[in-house]
């Protein structure tokens, strides 16, 4: 009973709704109407003033129509537009925060250009209306020119993806997570070289975008690739030691890594199903480095856990290690 009732309050609701619309256009119809009789000379015109008058009062009305006709198709525009950027935005994932900031900012300029225009319309006065918006903006322009290349760089942080809140990023010598991206700055929270948090928060202005790269080091996912290598005497068995280290490295990948790797890649699960050893050779001696995924976020632990699996290995009599060293 209590949903039938709510279907006839929201039918009422409708109903009157639509009635209201009808009675809108019918006034507007009978308004253009009645203009149009007067523009003709149909009415007598006996009792009116005089015929300039006439004229003032019909161009008032003229430019009365204008307007109301053009804001009403402003409002309907705008508001078809919107729903249509909103439903683009929802589907790209943005916040529903920044969706209904731009939507507002977007409404703003909409009306800003509709009034200006229509205003040059109804006074006939463009040339000096242009000028002095031009001379206004240009003044504007100056005064605020860092905020509005900020706002400009956060819509191409939203609309170009370039990152997130939560990816790991690098801009102007800084490293961290992004955790809040505001119109004017983005906010990280400072990560060492080794991806360590600093406990320190940095705010970078949008602008930065324009100026500095963005190294987005996980858009995405939190899967990088990182590296460990260990360094070997001259003397060293370094035929042996690669084996060695391949088959360390991989048998740990696979068993705490690759299952996870395979959830999130699933497409191109093959690019990452083998870990990569590769071999060279430095002052001292040579290097072997093993390259793997790994989340970013566990990436130290795993790394601690592989160089000690590989000291115990490699510990063997004719491999010398020169030093054992995590590189990035």
Same mark, same amino acid.
């Given at each position: 009973?209590?949903?039938?009732?709510? +279907?006839?309050?929201?039918?009422?609701?409708?109903?009157?709704?639509?009635?209201?619309?009808?009675?809108?256009?019918?006034?507007?119809?009978?308004?253009?109407?009645?203009?149009?009789?007067?523009?003709?000379?149909?009415?007598?015109?006996?009792?009116?003033?005089?015929?300039?008058?006439?004229?003032?009062?019909?161009?008032?009305?003229?430019?009365?129509?204008?307007?109301?006709?053009?804001?009403?198709?402003?409002?309907?525009?705008?508001?078809?537009?919107?729903?249509?950027?909103? %439903?683009?935005?929802?589907?790209?994932?943005?916040?529903?925060?920044?969706?209904?900031?731009?939507?507002?900012?977007?409404?703003?300029?909409?009306?800003?250009?509709?009034?200006?225009?229509?205003?040059?319309?109804?006074?006939?006065?463009?040339?000096?209306?242009?000028?002095?918006?031009?001379?206004?903006?240009?003044?504007?322009?100056?005064?605020?020119?860092?905020?509005?290349?900020?706002?400009?760089?956060?819509?191409?942080?939203?609309?170009?993806?370039?990152?997130?809140?939560?990816?790991?990023?690098?801009?102007? %010598?800084?490293?961290?997570?992004?955790?809040?991206?505001?119109?004017?700055?983005?906010?990280?929270?400072?990560?060492?070289?080794?991806?360590?948090?600093?406990?320190?928060?940095?705010?970078?202005?949008?602008?930065?975008?324009?100026?500095?790269?963005?190294?987005?080091?996980? +858009?995405?996912?939190?899967?990088?690739?990182?590296?460990?290598?260990?360094?070997?005497?001259?003397?060293?068995?370094?035929?042996?030691?690669?084996?060695?280290?391949?088959?360390?490295?991989?048998?740990?990948?696979?068993?705490?890594?690759?299952?996870?790797?395979?959830?999130?890649?699933?497409?191109?699960?093959?690019?990452?199903?083998?870990?990569?050893?590769?071999?060279?050779?430095?002052?001292?001696?040579?290097?072997?480095?093993?390259?793997?995924?790994?989340?970013?976020? +566990?990436?130290?632990?795993?790394?601690?856990?592989?160089?000690?699996?590989?000291?115990?290995?490699? %510990?063997?009599?004719?491999?010398?290690?020169?030093?054992?060293?995590?590189?990035?």
């Amino acid at each position: 009973m209590l949903c039938m009732e709510n +279907k006839e309050v929201k039918l009422k609701v409708n109903k009157t709704g639509f009635s209201g619309h009808i009675i809108a256009i019918f006034i507007f119809v009978v308004a253009i109407i009645i203009y149009i009789l007067l523009k003709i000379g149909s009415f007598s015109l006996s009792g009116i003033p005089s015929l300039a008058s006439i004229n003032s009062y019909l161009e008032i009305f003229e430019n009365s129509l204008i307007v109301l006709v053009v804001f009403s198709l402003t409002y309907l525009f705008i508001k078809s537009t919107k729903r249509l950027i909103r %439903n683009h935005l929802e589907k790209l994932g943005r916040s529903k925060k920044n969706i209904k900031l731009f939507l507002t900012v977007y409404g703003y300029f909409a009306w800003l250009i509709v009034i200006f225009l229509t205003f040059s319309l109804v006074f006939k006065q463009i040339g000096s209306l242009v000028t002095s918006i031009g001379l206004i903006g240009f003044g504007l322009t100056l005064a605020l020119q860092k905020p509005i290349l900020n706002f400009v760089g956060w819509t191409t942080i939203i609309f170009g993806k370039t990152y997130h809140i939560g990816d790991i990023i690098s801009m102007n %010598n800084v490293i961290g997570r992004v955790y809040d991206i505001r119109v004017m700055y983005t906010s990280l929270s400072e990560l060492n070289s080794d991806g360590d948090s600093t406990g320190r928060a940095v705010t970078i202005p949008n602008e930065f975008v324009f100026i500095h790269p963005v190294i987005n080091f996980s +858009k995405g996912t939190d899967y990088i690739w990182d590296n460990i290598a260990i360094y070997l005497t001259y003397k060293s068995n370094w035929k042996k030691a690669i084996k060695i280290v391949e088959k360390t490295v991989q048998e740990y990948y696979d068993k705490n890594i690759k299952k996870e790797i395979e959830k999130i890649f699933k497409d191109n699960f093959k690019e990452y199903d083998k870990i990569i050893v590769r071999f060279g050779v430095y002052e001292k001696g040579f290097y072997i480095k093993a390259r793997y995924m790994v989340d970013f976020n +566990k990436a130290n632990e795993i790394k601690r856990e592989l160089t000690e699996l590989l000291l115990e290995k490699i %510990n063997i009599k004719d491999i010398f290690l020169g030093k054992v060293e995590n590189v990035a």
